[in-house]
């Protein structure tokens, strides 16, 4: 029986993404993550005795800032060879040869695939062939797999590859190829990384996987993360498993404020979900976006004193959180149920601010004076600020449309009396 372990995209020591600016958020919790994740799948690997462990690219996120992080990578591989256990591995977009200044000896047992073509490395002992080249450049735009040798008779072959396939949304489309190009080179298991969300670890033939990335590191990444461990018997892929080995998750919380009449009910609400979903994760900890949604006579409210309201939900996740969980973000998304249209307000100050409103939509001149404002704003941030304010394309209408929407109801708010309730 040979058993195998497939990783990919642990940008080790990758930069922070979110909760900077959060007081007591788990700040060096979340940076060493990565580490902990690979120290849990070499851990895995040793427990379960794997034969062979590959790694699907972007082991690093880039080039590394000192050498800690090279000498923490190469420290887990000697644990494994010491073990018994070969590694298999390429370069991805993130760690390209051409990134890639620092390097270190890897240790016997370890096969760092090249990048001129690809190459084959032949541990018939184990009954395994397997097949990958690396990333010479940062944008691989070539289909790498096309050049990729026919199966090898007689053994399981498993195939190596960086790749976004067809194309997923948030990825850059490198080494693009088709599952059809895949199948035929007749290898029994390809092993894929770039993509971060787990493929289902279903049975096809033949078989490929990706296992998403080991580790969250921000809230793009959010659920459950881990590996997958293959069984081989006869050549043939009996079974596949994936095993969880983050240490930190993010997850997004919508919260339905439509039936709820007063903030009381809806601080409540909000306890109510936080607490569902902490335990849903349990005893993991868990970096939360919290979005406020519905159709609710609370909107304007919410939007006039967004920022006191905004501090009463963090007050949320401290209490609810038993210091496993703290609030990446609060975003409004609440419509007013109560909102007047033009043709309701009859005159005065309302009826003037719904007519500018209308009137800004369609002024191009405008837009331009908010989008150069906007990029002006973003470029007096300090390095490492969110940039949240980058979301604004000023040139969908949709876009347009919500950001007037928020802004409109801000001022009626106000203008309303809002403010002071």
């Known amino acids: 029986m040979l058993r195998f372990l497939h990783t990919a995209d642990l940008h080790l020591d990758s930069p922070l993404k979110g909760l900077q600016r959060y007081e007591g958020a788990p700040v060096q919790e979340i940076r060493s993550a990565t580490r902990r994740a690979l120290d849990n799948i070499v851990q895995l690997a040793i427990h379960r005795e794997v034969q062979v462990v590959v790694i699907a690219g972007d082991i690093f996120d880039g080039d590394w800032r000192d050498t800690h992080t090279g000498l923490f990578f190469s420290r887990q591989l000697t644990r494994l060879v010491e073990h018994g256990i070969r590694v298999a591995m390429i370069r991805g977009n993130h760690d390209a040869a051409n990134r890639m200044t620092q390097t270190l ?246 009826a003037e601010l719904w007519s500018e409103f209308a009137r800004v939509q369609q002024d191009e001149e405008v837009w331009t004076r908010i989008t150069e404002a906007i990029e002006g704003l973003r470029k007096k941030l300090p390095t490492g600020t969110d940039q949240s304010l980058a979301w604004l394309d000023t040139a969908d209408d949709g876009v347009r449309a919500e950001f007037l929407q928020k802004v409109q109801t801000l001022l009626a708010g106000r203008l309303l009396g809002a403010d002071a309730t």
């Open 105 to 350: 000896r890897l240790p016997e047992g370890v096969k760092l695939f090249g990048v001129d073509v690809p190459e084959t490395i032949d541990w018939g002992d184990l009954g395994i062939v397997i097949h990958g080249q690396s990333f010479a450049d940062v944008a691989e735009t070539r289909n790498l797999a096309m050049e990729y040798p026919a199966a090898v008779p007689g053994v399981f072959n498993l195939g190596l590859l960086h790749t976004s396939l067809t194309g997923s949304e948030g990825h850059d489309n490198y080494a693009p190829c088709t599952p059809d190009d895949l199948r035929r080179k007749e290898y029994q298991y390809w092993a894929l990384g770039h993509i971060h969300r787990r493929d289902d670890v279903t049975f096809r033939d033949p078989a490929i996987v990706y296992p998403g990335n080991p580790q969250g590191r921000h809230i793009r990444e959010t659920g459950v993360k881990g590996c997958v461990i293959g069984e081989v018997e006869n050549m043939t892929l009996r079974s596949l498993e994936f095993v969880e080995v983050d240490v930190f998750r993010w997850e997004r919380v919508e919260v339905d404020l439509s039936d709820c009449v007063d903030t009381e009910q809806m601080l409540q609400n909000v306890d109510e979900h936080l607490a569902a979903i902490l335990n849903e994760h349990a005893p993991k900890p868990l970096a939360v976006r919290v979005e406020l949604a519905g159709n609710t006579t609370l909107h304007r409210s919410l939007a006039a004193k967004f920022q006191a309201w905004r501090q009463e939900v963090l007050n949320c996740g401290i209490q609810v959180g038993q210091d496993r969980l703290w609030i990446e973000k609060v975003q409004l998304r609440t419509q007013d149920r109560d909102s007047q249209t033009q043709e309701s307000v009859g005159e005065g100050p309302l």
